[in-house]
């Protein structure tokens, strides 16, 4: 281009007008799947939620009657309840069994990236795969928690851990930490790797107790990767499904529908489909909400580091 | 000094003893679900009722269990047929499509381009989960519905967002001056994309086609929402048959050897190329 004539000069600028255009034929295939399984949907989805619209028949427009319904709905409301006790519970029960592990797996020692691997397992196998495999090993008769249980003389009979809420919920619990603890872990290992190691070792040498250097050191510094850690747990944890419809299929006296589970019933098994939109659009909001939470506590992280 | 420097030395092998006690203890609750499950899935069938105490055969090994994971749905060659077909296709569809797109994305620039950028980001913030109803209807109208081809085309979706941001990062990653050189000895366009850049960004392309393999592989709520005839399931909703039972009675061992057919391709796939899976974890926790 330097030095050229003027001919090649505007030669070669059509050329980059083209070749702009060329840009955007690349990523057209992408922007098609997008706006046909994403956008439209999503719009589709808002529309819906305006109608009473059975599986057969005609759709009628009702306006934001499906709405005022939500909030008059008591398995609704009362499935929200439950998806926050849950979310609650096991992004605790998850940081509680990750934050240890990730020191663990911190230090440089021989077989380290062994545990490392072997915790991270059951993070690449399926929700699905680890729940049928769970309900399983807690099956009273044929399964091995129970039995081995009472093998060990802790229990008279094997307890039927899916029977009861508490114990039902223990399950899952334990279940869905086996899982998901290797990822938080890692992402975990991300943040303290990132620590400068001369800032942990002054510290120690100034005297701070493995306690205040976790709480005044490592907490502050790991602001970010926590916050990250814990969103993810949050909105995963808010649209569990497949524990609660394999392991307990809601659970003893309907307890464990979560919010998923009631929408995949309004939507698919009554077949009200425009409740079923209206409740999605709430599911919707709730996680948009969520992300700009996130968007807003990643930033604070960025601000004082 | 000598009896300080063997007390050391012991506290030392003390601590060490105590980590790998520990690490131990850790590694055995994480792989024992697995390793129980798979060696109870070759017990023999009269076993499968039983507790799985010792989970160990001990009347012999066989292969009961998986003959009679057979029995369900359409045969367990059919759906697991059906789950590579689904996962291989979303695994090339994806690379496609998201290698175009980070290619594009990465060298032109064009009108609404950030948008657009932001637009394939920001699907990630709607879960999926709340669009079931309206994919089904469009699908319907698109002669897809109850189609494994419906199915990748919503799996390939989903990946997008990730896949797209990082190929767009790997392609930012490649020097220019590579595309220039290999411009005037005369690459053009596609050629150019496949022949010269995509041995660069290949690491890139690994990490893309694990995650598009081990997510359409497990992805259970679409595929049951999606698929409604029996032959066409994937192994996820195929075990729901299994998990429910025939007269009452579920049949542990074809449960078994479900779990073992679904994790064994996941765990291949993970132990042959973790360290692509590492890298795409990381490059999703540090942006």
């Not at chain 2, 290949?202 to 005839?229: C, H």
């Amino acid at each position: 281009m330097t030095g050229a004539g003027r001919k090649q000069q505007s030669f070669s600028r059509k050329r980059r007008r083209r070749s702009q255009w060329r840009g955007l034929l690349y990523i057209v295939p992408a922007m098609a799947l997008v706006i046909v399984f994403f956008v439209v949907p999503v719009i589709f989805t808002g529309w819906m939620s305006l109608h009473n619209w059975p599986l057969m028949g005609t759709q009628r427009w009702i306006g934001f009657n499906n709405y005022f319904r939500m909030f008059n709905d008591s398995r609704f409301m009362s499935a929200l309840n439950f998806t926050a006790y849950y979310t609650v519970i096991v992004t605790i029960a998850i940081f509680a069994i990750a934050f240890p592990l990730a020191t663990f797996v911190e230090r440089q020692r021989r077989f380290v990236s062994t545990y490392r691997t072997i915790i991270f397992l059951p993070v690449v196998i399926g929700l699905a795969t680890a729940s049928l495999l769970w309900v399983w090993l807690a099956n009273v008769d044929s399964g091995f928690i129970g039995p081995a249980l009472k093998a060990l003389g802790l229990v008279e009979r094997s307890p039927n851990l899916l029977a009861s809420f508490d114990s039902a919920f223990l399950t899952i619990i334990v279940m869905v930490v086996w899982k998901i603890a290797g990822f938080t872990m890692i992402i975990l290992l991300t943040g303290l790797q990132a620590i400068p190691a001369e800032l942990t070792e002054a510290a120690r040498i100034d005297g701070a107790s493995r306690w205040q250097r976790f709480r005044y050191l490592t907490l502050p510094l790991m602001r970010r990767t926590i916050a990250l850690a814990l969103i993810i747990s949050v909105t995963g944890s808010i649209l569990a499904f497949d524990q609660f419809y394999i392991m307990t299929s809601g659970g003893p006296q309907n307890r464990m529908i979560s919010v998923v589970y009631y929408i995949f019933n309004q939507s698919f098994v009554s077949f009200n489909l425009g409740y079923g939109a209206a409740l999605s659009i709430a599911l919707l909001i709730i996680l948009v909400l969520i992300s700009i939470a996130q968007l807003r506590l990643l930033k604070v992280g960025e601000e004082r580091p | 000094m000598s009896t300080a420097r063997k007390r050391r030395a012991n506290g030392a092998l003390r601590g060490l003893a105590a980590y790998h006690g520990a690490g131990i203890i850790i590694a055995l609750f994480f792989l024992a679900p697995l390793a129980i499950t798979f060696l109870a899935s070759f017990r023999h069938g009269t076993e499968a009722r039983q507790p799985a105490l010792p989970p160990w055969p001990t009347n012999g090994f066989s292969l009961d269990s998986y003959r009679s994971l057979d029995t369900f749905g359409a045969g367990i060659w059919q759906h697991t047929l059906n789950s590579l077909a689904v996962s291989l296709a979303t695994v090339v569809l994806t690379v496609a499509v998201s290698l175009l797109a980070g290619y594009g994305f990465s060298r032109y620039r064009f009108p609404l381009k950030n948008v657009l950028f932001v637009l394939v980001i920001a699907t990630l913030m709607i879960p999926f989960q709340s669009i079931l109803t309206p994919l089904f209807i469009i699908l319907a109208k698109l002669g897809l519905s109850n189609s494994l081809i419906g199915l990748t085309l919503v799996y390939v979706t989903l990946q997008l967002p990730f896949s797209v941001f990082m190929m767009r990062n790997a392609f930012d990653a490649v020097p220019k001056e590579i595309e220039e050189a290999a411009r005037i000895d005369g690459a053009r366009d596609l050629r150019l994309l496949i022949r010269v850049l995509l041995p660069l960004v290949l690491p890139g392309v690994a990490t893309v086609a694990i995650f598009a393999f081990l997510n359409a592989w497990n992805e259970f709520l679409a595929a049951l929402v999606l698929l409604s005839s029996n032959e066409k399931y994937t192994l996820p909703v195929l075990m729901m048959a299994v998990r429910a039972g025939r007269l009452g009675a579920i049949n542990w061992g074809a449960v078994q050897a479900g779990v073992a057919v679904m994790t064994i391709p996941c765990l291949i796939v993970f132990l042959a190329l973790q360290r692509y899976y590492m890298r795409g974890l990381m490059a999703g926790a540090v942006k």
